[in-house]
């Protein structure tokens, strides 16, 4: 980082430049603003505006029942809706003491484990395209279609599922949808070969990305991160395998660390290599799910009306980091209060600590490695 | 990379630009050579994944979606049985019904069933509107319909210039595009 030091002529006087990066642009990854201090071509403040996508969600749930929760959970963050899903249904399910069916479980973990998937390659494409290549964006949404086209016959849409509910999942996976899932990991992993092999390693992109926003994994604590983005500092830390739910401790998977093999641990190119990494552990996983998926139930525990009572807080392992439900309910119909902790928006918090002192192309650089949803920062 | 003197890093990354970029240019063209046909991949299950375009050339050719798709609502009125069950459920109040207690004798020659399972039906279904515009397409109300008539259909295709001809009344269903079956 020698060139950010530069020494002007003490005869010029200059001043900074406020510029105002968003709310719409294409590399901050939906309506957020960041106002930039910047001097010359050097950043000296980054500071994030929020509240572009702000919906109310928290308030609104107070008003629904606990059914009609489970759709606006979709809407948080869009890009893996399953797991924002699970994380309201595993925390009514707590208060209830239900049990839920072996059956329901497995499927549940496929469908968390595909829908990792799908947002991965939504962060690994549009990684690419902030950083200038093109291909990958494309290859990877030919790939994220083929998972799209799966949720769509497993639960008839192709984003906003509301699949996963209070006590189980709404519909079970045909004989045809398991082929297909089978199908889609047989051809899946050869194709991330050659997309890990297209960008992980060009020299172009690790000269974008190796060194630049370094997070300490200190700095990652204080500020809460979670998921790929503290994995990327070097902790070895997953739900997944700390505090297993959905028969998570069955299966055989590795966490994936970052290792520093081209910067520093931390930085935005082991960030990303954290989730290339973490495509081939889903596969991993939803193949082991496959072939011990069991007869039964799809749904149980929970009667038709639910009426939970107490206080819970729940956190699952999402694609970006632990979500966590705190859930408050008084025996009624409708949640008393729900207080949800978002990763992305500690992702977020940190931007101000990484972009001082950077260039201003860095700033994409950063912004696109943190992988944010907006939908889940603001809720 | 810090030992090296600064010539040879010069030819060191003009070597490495030449690898990375014919890296990449060699993925583009086996994909290019796969979607033409010239290399063919098949999966352990026998299906071709190596041939052909990825994408489909809309609005000229269309997409089959899967029966379960959820698209459009609709309801059959001749099984409604004013049950309110949708209604309730749906978390943006988008079905809006009316119905009364039907007179004694009445409606023995129309549609409607008389009956849903053994219990005699006492209301008469006055109006079933749908506002497509706030339907959220979660299909929480076609799951507790209990004699199944409201259902999701497959038709995406019904953009209106006007926001108020998304209000459908399925009493008396008019609509440009074809009705499904």
């Known amino acids: 980082m020698e060139n950010t030091n530069l020494k002007l002529n003490s005869n010029f006087r200059t001043q900074n430049l406020t510029i105002n990066m968003g709310p719409q642009h294409p590399s901050t990854h939906g309506v957020l603003r960041v106002e930039l201090i910047s001097d010359g071509e050097i950043v000296r403040a980054a500071y994030p505006h929020l509240g572009y996508l702000h919906r109310c969600f928290e308030k609104h749930a107070e008003n629904l029942d606990y059914l009609g929760v489970v759709p606006f959970c979709d809407r948080m963050d869009y890009v893996a809706s399953m797991n924002q899903e699970l994380g309201f249904c595993m925390a009514v399910e707590k208060l209830l003491q239900a049990e839920i069916p072996e059956r329901a479980q497995v499927i549940r973990v496929i469908v968390l484990e595909l829908n990792r998937i799908a947002s991965h390659l939504l962060a690994f494409g549009t990684y690419g395209l902030d950083m200038g290549g093109f291909t990958p964006f494309l290859f990877a949404f030919r790939d994220r279609e083929k998972v799209l086209r799966i949720f769509e016959e497993i639960c008839g849409a192709r984003l906003l599922y509301n699949y996963i509910r209070p006590g189980g999942v709404s519909r079970d996976l045909s004989e045809g949808i398991i082929n297909k899932i089978k199908d889609f990991t047989a051809y899946f992993k050869p194709q991330l070969d050659e997309l890990d092999s297209l960008l992980t390693h060009n020299s172009i992109f690790v000269n974008r990305t190796a060194n630049v926003g370094i997070v300490p994994l200190d700095l990652a604590i204080s500020y809460g991160f979670s998921g790929p983005n503290l994995r990327g500092s070097g902790l070895n830390w997953d739900l997944r395998k700390q505090a297993p739910y959905c028969g998570y401790e069955k299966y055989d998977f590795d966490v994936c660390i970052g290792q520093g093999e081209r910067g520093v641990i931390g930085d935005c190119w082991n960030r990303y290599e954290v989730r290339v990494r973490e495509m081939y552990e889903s596969m991993k996983i939803i193949n082991q799910a496959i072939e011990q998926l069991p007869e039964g139930e799809i749904k149980g525990g929970v009667g038709k009306t639910i009426k939970p009572q107490g206080e819970v807080y729940v956190t699952t392992e999402c694609p970006r980091g632990e979500l966590g439900f705190y859930l408050i309910a008084d025996g009624s119909k409708k949640p008393y209060r729900l207080k949800i902790n978002s990763p992305c928006f500690n992702a977020i918090s940190c931007l101000d600590e990484l972009c001082g002192g950077v260039m201003l192309a860095d700033v994409v650089s950063i912004i696109g490695s943190l992988d944010i949803v907006l939908g889940e920062v603001d809720r | ?181």
Do not use: W
Not at chain 2, 39 to 55: A, E, F, H, L
Not at chain 2, 157 to 172: G, P, T, V
């Open chain 2, 1 to 181: 990379m810090a030992n090296k003197s600064p010539v040879a890093k010069y030819f060191s990354n003009i070597f490495m630009a030449i690898k990375t970029v014919s890296k990449g240019m060699s993925i583009t063209m086996r994909s290019f050579l796969k979607t033409n046909g010239l290399i063919r991949k098949i999966s352990p299950s026998g299906y071709d994944y190596g041939r052909g375009p990825v994408t489909i050339s809309y609005p000229e050719q269309k997409d089959k979606l899967p029966a379960i798709s959820r698209n459009r609502l609709f309801n059959h009125v001749e099984g409604c049985i004013s049950c309110n069950q949708c209604a309730v459920v749906c978390p943006v109040d988008c079905i809006s019904i009316d119905s009364r207690k039907k007179n004694e004798g009445e409606n023995l020659d129309e549609k409607t069933p008389k009956h849903f399972g053994n219990k005699p039906i006492k209301l008469k279904l006055l109006r079933f509107d749908i506002d497509e515009g706030l339907c959220c397409f979660c299909g929480l109300c076609t799951e507790v319909c209990p004699t199944e008539c409201l259902v999701h259909t497959t038709e995406f295709e019904y953009s209106k210039y006007d926001r108020d001809a998304l209000k459908y009344d399925y009493l008396d269903f008019k609509d440009n595009n074809s009705l499904p079956e």
